[in-house]
């Protein structure tokens, strides 16, 4: 495949959303709430997720970047920085399903690492869920390092069960 990685423009948005949602299922936090409290708000997690790019895309459009084979967008990597604090965030990444374990995840971050390095920025971030084994090896493997852990809970405002005095 001939992949070529450019910046996002707005006709890639709904093929962002998608790649999220497939991306994302069961290795999300917005996934996880659900299988816990299961859906709300008239929604459900893929839903709530495919709006995160909708936020990376509001924050800071020049910091996506997608990657196109064939004519079609088969990943991409949102970013963006905070300058005051020299400090890269990555927010997302998604590879098409099909596309997985051809590299492309890795060549995203390295586009978003020269960003930020083209830009001044002195870290860069990105988080992941624990049970997201691709996150886990990846990340390392181009020498980001874990800093710490987080727990996420969650409290179903809905249930009278939960009602505190």
């Given at each position: 495949?001939?992949?070529?990685?450019r910046?996002y423009q707005?006709?890639?948005l709904q093929s962002?959303?998608?790649?999220?949602?497939?991306?994302f299922?069961?290795?999300?936090?917005e996934?996880?709430?659900?299988?816990?409290?299961?859906?709300f708000?008239g929604?459900?997690?893929?839903?709530?997720?495919?709006?995160h790019?909708?936020?990376?895309?509001d924050?800071?459009?020049?910091g996506?970047?997608v990657?196109?084979?064939n004519?079609a967008?088969?990943g991409?990597v949102?970013?963006?920085?905070?300058a005051?604090?020299?400090v890269?965030?990555i927010?997302n990444l998604?590879?098409?399903?099909?596309?997985?374990?051809?590299?492309?995840?890795?060549q995203?971050?390295n586009?978003?690492?020269?960003?930020?390095?083209?830009?001044?920025?002195?870290?860069?971030?990105?988080?992941?869920?624990?049970q997201?084994?691709v996150?886990?090896h990846?990340?390392?493997?181009?020498g980001?390092?874990?800093?710490?852990?987080?727990?996420?809970y969650?409290?179903?405002?809905?249930?009278?069960?939960?009602?505190?005095?």
């Open positions: 495949m001939s992949l070529t990685i910046p707005a006709i890639d962002l959303r998608d790649l999220t949602v497939e991306a299922e069961g290795v999300s936090l996934h996880d709430i659900e299988r816990v409290v299961g859906e708000g929604h459900d997690w893929r839903w709530r997720k495919a709006r790019v909708d936020a990376d895309v924050r800071d459009a020049e996506i970047f990657a196109e084979g004519g967008v088969v991409y949102s970013t963006w920085i905070d005051e604090a020299g890269g965030f927010p998604a590879v098409a399903a099909s596309c997985r374990g051809q590299g492309i995840g890795r995203l971050l586009r978003a690492i020269e960003h930020f390095r083209s830009r001044g920025v002195r870290v860069a971030r990105i988080e992941t869920m624990a997201n084994d996150g886990r990846l990340y390392p493997s181009l980001f390092q874990e800093v710490a852990q987080q727990v996420h969650c409290l179903d405002l809905g249930e009278e069960k939960n009602a505190r005095e």
